[in-house]
């Protein structure tokens, strides 16, 4: 089971004078990611390091992460870890530091970026993520009953729909459903006007 966030949360750790600002954000793209980045630093121009990794789910599983200027493995991958260990995807923390003075040492950073990562996780109200397939179906009214029992049988996310001279709607499936509910549209494929595998896609549960 995986899970991202839809709003934006930020947290404060302090240690031995440095201070860490984390911050969780949903981030679906690594564009999506790059601009986050971009913000927060703009907003940190003063910041010593602005740290950072994300997990992207669509269409394969990327990890990212980033030290910025950190000793190696100190900072990204320890934040990296907090959504590895959280099943956090589609989703990006950053940590920016201002520095106090202190040295921490290559465990204390570790520590410290992991800490900060895991409050700003705490505090974020996470929302389940489901991987889906995508489909298109048209169909004329009178074959709207096959619809309804399909909704009532299974968990099928209807993601557009339009109501018009046909019904056209845009389904997601759950991929550990696919296969079943494939094969009951399939066997009433002949009524549709339309019946098309669009996209792999996610759905975010509310």
Known sequence: M??????SYQSIYRVRGSKFLA????SA????????LQTIKNEHLTATHCCYASIFLSPNKIEI????????????????NVLKSSDLV??????????GGTKL???GLIDAYSTAASDVVKIAALKQIIP??????????????????LKNDFMIFEKESSY????????GIPNDLADQVIQMLNSSRHLFIKFERIEDSFHIQK
């Open 65 to 80: 992460s980033n030290d910025d200027g950190e000793p190696s493995g100190t900072a990204g991958l320890p934040i990296l």
């Open 164 to 171: 018009l001279e046909n019904v056209t709607l845009e389904i």
């Open 90 to 99: 589609n989703t990006i923390i950053t940590v920016v530091r201002y520095y």
């Open 105 to 107: 040492g290559k465990s």
């Open 23 to 26: 911050s969780i954000h949903y």
């Open 2 to 7: 995986s899970y991202t966030v839809t709003d």
């Open 29 to 36: 793209t690594n564009s999506d990611a790059e601009k986050i």
């Open 132 to 149: 889906i397939q995508k489909w298109l179906i048209q169909y004329d009214y009178q074959h709207q009953s096959i619809i309804d029992k």
